[in-house]
């Protein structure tokens, strides 16, 4: 899921209780693709909270070096990406 404030910033969160690692893929396009790390929190979901995502702008999750699809009705395709379409 993600979340955008009046000032620019994007929370990004996934539930994956059982996960070792969880990671964040933005393509910002023009070819900037950043992999973030994201931080588990107490009830066991990831989060991280990133400036300077807009519209259009693509991202997935990567849950233990696999990539797993934005359960969200916003899910651009079988790839795996989701658009950003509107703030949530």
């Known amino acids: 899921m993600m979340r955008r404030d009046e000032n620019g910033m994007s929370d990004f969160m996934v539930?994956?209780?059982e996960a070792s690692v969880v990671e964040l893929t933005i393509d910002f396009g023009n070819?900037?693709?950043r992999t973030l790390?994201?931080?588990r929190t107490d009830d066991r979901?990831?989060?991280?909270?990133v400036h300077g995502v807009s519209d259009g702008v693509r991202y997935r999750f990567r849950v233990d070096g696999r990539s797993i699809p934005e359960p969200d009705a916003f899910c651009d395709g079988p790839d795996g990406w989701t658009r950003i379409t509107?703030?949530?």
């Open 15 to 17: 539930e994956a209780p």
């Open 31 to 33: 070819g900037f693709v």
């Open 37 to 39: 790390a994201m931080k």
């Open 45 to 49: 979901t990831w989060t991280i909270r």
């Open 86 to 88: 509107r703030a949530a």
